[in-house]
């Protein structure tokens, strides 16, 4: 974990961040890596930086809040049926909440980075 200290900013376009090919199971089309780097963990929530390359992919959300710093997406909500419920787009500035176990498609036509909160999800003792 790159570790984001008390006033001690990071520049998030210059932190690096370690893509994986997504998997066949996910990938919808072209090659897209993603990867993640947690920063930060404050009052109980998670801070990182995730980024996904060019091309699409289906996932099945967690409960996070993001904001997109860079690049740009179309994103599709799946109902349950397999059809598409909403579409969004994002680019840079775009703040945006998902729930866990949302199903959606990205589509991602470049470099998409964008910092997400996310809670701890291991319960209080």
């Not at 997504?22 to 109980?44: H, I, Y």
């Not at 579409?87 to 998409?112: D, F, K, N, Q």
Request: proline share 6%; hydrophobic share 40%.
């Amino acid at each position: 974990m790159t570790t984001l200290e008390p006033f001690q900013p990071l520049v998030v376009a210059d932190l690096g961040v370690a893509g994986t090919p997504v998997s066949d199971d996910l990938r919808l089309e072209g090659e897209p890596s993603t990867g993640f780097v947690d920063v930060a963990v404050v009052g109980g929530t998670t801070v990182g930086i995730w980024e996904m390359t060019a091309g699409s992919m289906r996932d099945i959300e967690a409960d996070e809040v993001f904001v997109v710093v860079s690049g740009e997406a179309t994103v599709e909500l799946i109902e349950e049926h397999g059809r598409v419920d909403r579409t969004i787009e994002l680019r840079a500035g775009s703040l945006c909440r998902l729930e866990s176990g949302m199903r959606t498609r990205w589509h991602v036509p470049t470099v998409l980075r964008k910092v997400y909160i996310v809670p701890d999800l291991e319960p209080e003792p």
